[in-house]
């Protein structure tokens, strides 16, 4: 297996003191290095992809696009030497060599390296996982890796929708996979690395699926706040309703954000998981007493819950809880039943008594949607404590 990194030679220095910012190919138990025609100080120097040197240090931007081109140009060259099978025999030298062989190949910046480009920076696992899934849904379809942007035309996405269709994908499923082949064309353009010419989402439109609504009703929620669970080997299934209630009672927290609160009292303020890059404005929900109850019962030491003490990553927490909510779902007759149904139903009930929708998303910590909401005004979240206290009245003590 081939592998490349960038590295900063201090063995050497220029006369202004910089060290040279090289690649280093790996294959085969072999390694070499390769110059990028690019500098720094070691005080500027980071060394990833999306920075290799400070953006504040002189001359970053030129560095940073000379050092990333070279990167990618090599990273291309090695995943076709990879598809095709050769690399297996080659040398780290024998790579550059091919490399050199291959200029007019490696000036050309195509589809696959600007994806692959971005989806190096892509900041969670998760986003990353997403884009290895588009490229292999495409590599299946068209048995290849590689492809320009000219090729990827209205009609290779018309009938890449239709071939996925008749192998069983959903309209949502797709649709993720067309959203991430249009951020990678938006992302050259606003690099300057293709025109609008050659983009094929004017003309076709990305399909929507149908999101089904749900909700645990009312008789059942208030069935699932009574139930008995006294009898042996229910402590799993006591934390599991004990998780989802608390998550309705904050206003539908997401179960992630439930996780990760620290240690709070009175009122707990924080930021979604899922939009912590854009920059948003913390949710702030005051503790109600029936949800101080229960944050009573699971506290942690420098967090909300001690379940983030206890499991090692949110993934296992939520791993253990997500079967027993299931058994809890099957015991009031809704098997279906999963963590965010807590979510869903506090919006449901929310609206059923006449809260705003604006007031809805704000606890839900949906984006504002006009230019007032995000620019001007200033959100009174005390709305959202009111509206939840008279969603929980309604729930637990059938007060309208």
Not at 20 to 41: E, F, Q, S
Not at 150 to 160: G, H, V
Not at 210 to 220: A, D, G, I
Not at 224 to 239: A, K, P, R, V, Y
Request: charged share 25%; net charge positive; aromatic share 14%.
């Amino acid at each position: 297996m081939a592998k490349i990194s960038i590295i900063l030679d201090t063995r050497t220095t220029d006369k202004n003191g910089r060290n040279p910012i090289k690649l280093r190919i790996t294959a085969n138990c072999t390694n070499t290095t390769v110059a990028t025609g690019a500098y720094a100080y070691a005080r500027d120097y980071i060394g990833t992809c999306d920075c290799v040197v400070a953006r504040t240090c002189a001359g970053a931007k030129v560095v940073n696009q000379a050092v990333r081109d070279a990167y990618y140009n090599y990273l291309s060259i090695m995943s076709d030497l990879e598809h095709s099978g050769r690399i297996k025999s080659m040398s780290a030298s024998d790579i550059i060599d091919y490399a050199n062989n291959h200029k007019e190949f490696v000036s050309e910046r195509t589809f696959t390296d600007c994806f692959l480009e971005y989806k190096s920076q892509c900041r969670t696992e998760k986003t990353e996982q997403a884009y290895d899934y588009t490229l292999q849904m495409m590599e299946r379809w068209t048995g290849r890796q590689r492809y320009s942007f000219e090729e990827i035309d209205f009609r290779f996405l018309t009938q890449f929708d239709r071939w996925m269709e008749r192998n069983g994908m959903s309209t949502s499923s797709r649709s993720i996979i067309f959203r991430n082949m249009r951020t990678v064309y938006n992302y050259a353009i606003n690099n300057d690395w293709i025109d609008m010419k050659t983009y094929p989402f004017r003309k076709f439109k990305i399909k929507q699926g149908k999101k089904k609504k749900v909700y645990l009703p009312e008789e059942k929620m208030r069935k699932l706040l009574t139930l008995d669970l006294s009898g042996e080997n229910m402590q799993g299934i006591t934390l599991a309703r004990d998780f989802f209630v608390l998550s309705f009672l904050l206003c539908g927290i997401n179960p992630i954000d439930l996780y990760n609160l620290p240690k709070q009292t009175k009122q707990i303020s924080f930021v979604r998981q899922k939009v912590k890059f854009h920059d948003p404005e913390p949710i702030c929900i005051s503790i109600q007493p029936e949800a101080d109850y229960l944050i009573r019962e699971y506290m942690g030491n420098k967090h909300l819950l001690n379940l983030a003490e206890k499991y090692y990553s949110f993934e296992s927490c939520y791993s253990f809880i997500k079967h027993r909510i299931k058994k809890l779902g099957e015991l009031i007759g809704c098997p279906e039943m999963t963590l965010y149904w807590a979510r869903y139903s506090w919006a449901t009930y929310a609206s059923k008594i006449d809260v705003s929708d604006s007031t809805i998303g704000k606890a839900l910590g949906h984006a504002d949607s006009t230019l007032a909401q995000k620019k001007y005004i200033f959100f009174d979240w005390e709305k959202v404590d009111r509206a939840n206290r008279r969603v929980i009245d309604y729930v637990f003590y059938g007060q309208a």
